[in-house]
């Protein structure tokens, strides 16, 4: 238990040095993730390596290290800072809470399927994956993963919410919501904040603020998002992308929600789903006009269950005939 610690210590300094890495080299704008003092920034940085239920926080943190590093111009120095980063997320894997790994894989249906997608992108076009997952799929580790294998920075709503905080200030920070349930507000509030977004609510100034940054990224990079809306907003700008649908059997997935949260009880497990995929139906379908979860608005639906979270990379990558670039990389 001892050396586990240390273990963890260790890489709790290692990411929060890496960060101060990036920041230094690049001298980024948008400033840096762990920004406090260093000691509690460390601590805080353990007790979610401590906490398999933590590690969707950890990989949002890492992502904005990576996309930023991803920016550094000297080749060298990029090369170096991203082998840094690669090393942390190959250790936070083998961690016991780390990042899951084939825990949502079922022996039972795993049966290997392979299907040729057309070329849709011209030259000079971004390579965007957008990626709708229902609640307790491993739908995050899986497009967090890709990113990181095929190299491309990697957008989730923690990580464009933490982009929209540093870019407008804490301020605007307070309308970059995550689509969740509306919080009751008074009087004085409702009258503060339809004057603040000229009568738009916030959930429709994140949806607006959130199209405008997916069409400015899709003009300057390979990316994959998670969720957002980000195929219909592609599709509503005519920009070339491939969209996934990721889900499992709702049995599967309380059973994987509880292996994460072991303070959960299967019926608030089952409940949780439920309702989290019924927000997910509800908002997607108010801002897009589209069924979420329907098979004929996405290019890909994958059952992780017949996969498990490795495999259904593979497929991925397979799928979308991607594995020239994958060869590139790790030369």
């Not at 920034?41 to 398999?52: F, K, Q, V, Y």
């Not at 000229?198 to 998002?225: M, P, R």
């Not at 649908?245 to 019926?267: G, S």
Request: proline share 2%.
């Amino acid at each position: 238990m001892e050396f586990y610690d240390e273990k963890i210590k260790a890489l709790a300094i290692e990411i929060y040095e890496l960060d101060a890495e990036v920041y230094k080299k690049l001298g980024s704008s948008l400033g840096r993730v762990f920004g406090g003092e260093k000691d509690i920034c460390i601590r805080n940085i353990m007790e979610d390596l401590h906490s398999r239920q933590n590690s969707s926080r950890i990989r949002s943190e890492l992502a904005l290290i990576s996309n930023m590093a991803r920016t550094i111009p000297d080749h060298d120095t990029r090369h170096d800072v991203m082998v840094r980063y690669n090393n942390i997320v190959e250790e936070i894997a083998e961690l016991p809470t780390g990042f899951a790994d084939g825990d949502i894989l079922d022996p039972k249906i795993a049966d290997l399927n392979t299907v040729n997608l057309k070329d849709r992108f011209k030259t000079g076009d971004h390579l965007i994956i957008c990626i709708g997952r229902s609640c307790g799929c491993g739908g995050n580790e899986i497009g967090f993963a890709l990113a990181d294998k095929l190299r491309m920075n990697f957008y989730d709503v923690s990580v464009m919410n933490e982009v929209f905080r540093q870019k407008d200030g804490e301020e605007a920070a307070q309308a970059t919501a995550t689509f969740q349930k509306k919080e009751r507000m008074g009087i004085k509030k409702r009258i503060k904040a339809f004057r603040k977004y000229h009568g738009l609510s916030s959930e429709d100034v994140l949806f607006f603020d959130t199209s405008k940054f997916l069409v400015e990224k899709a003009k300057q990079e390979d990316f994959i998002v998670m969720g957002r809306f980000a195929d219909a907003i592609l599709t509503n700008n005519h920009i070339p992308h491939i969209s996934i649908f990721i889900t499992a059997p709702e049995k599967r997935r309380v059973q994987r929600f509880l292996e994460i949260n072991k303070n959960v009880t299967p019926n608030q497990a089952k409940k949780w789903i439920e309702s989290e995929d019924k927000r997910h139906l509800k908002t997607y379908k108010f801002y897009t006009g589209r069924k979420w979860s329907k098979a004929s608005n996405y290019d890909i639906c994958i059952n992780s269950a017949s996969y498990g979270i490795k495999g259904s990379i593979e497929l991925i990558i397979r799928m979308l005939q991607l594995d020239d670039r994958v060869k590139q990389l790790i030369k």
